[in-house]
């Protein structure tokens, strides 16, 4: 096998031997990078990020007088809790669905968060 050969054979054994969730997260981890995103994994507190994930889960936070919109992105590599404070639901954001998000990474009990992201919905 020549040089290309060889690589595809290592790709196919490994599809075949991965399980499904981790062939999953290579793939947002890649479609991710290929729309200019940072990995979740690499983020840092304080840094101005651009994610790409699925969500994993959506939830109404009450916890106060004010309500509030978690998110958890999951873009292969880590996860990134999106907040919307002042909000009690928000069109399109939903589970599964795939959303760039955009804004200044913040850490909130051990766990990254984006408060009030800038967002788009994903096609795909």
Do not use: F, H
Not at 95 to 114: F, H, S
């Amino acid at each position: 096998m020549g040089g290309n050969g060889g690589g595809y054979l290592r790709r196919l054994i490994r599809r075949l031997t991965s399980d499904v969730a981790e062939l999953d997260a290579d793939d947002l981890s890649r479609k991710a990078e290929a729309q200019g995103a940072r990995r979740a994994c690499d983020c840092r507190s304080g840094e101005e990020v651009t994610v790409v994930g699925r969500l994993r889960s959506v939830e109404l936070c009450p916890k106060d007088a004010v309500a509030t919109l978690e998110a958890e992105l999951y873009d292969g590599t880590d996860g990134v809790v999106l907040v919307w404070l002042g909000r009690r639901r928000i069109p399109g954001i939903e589970p599964g669905r795939t959303i760039k998000a955009r804004g200044r990474l913040a850490v909130r009990d051990g766990r990254k968060v984006l408060y009030n992201p800038y967002y788009e919905l994903q096609t795909t």
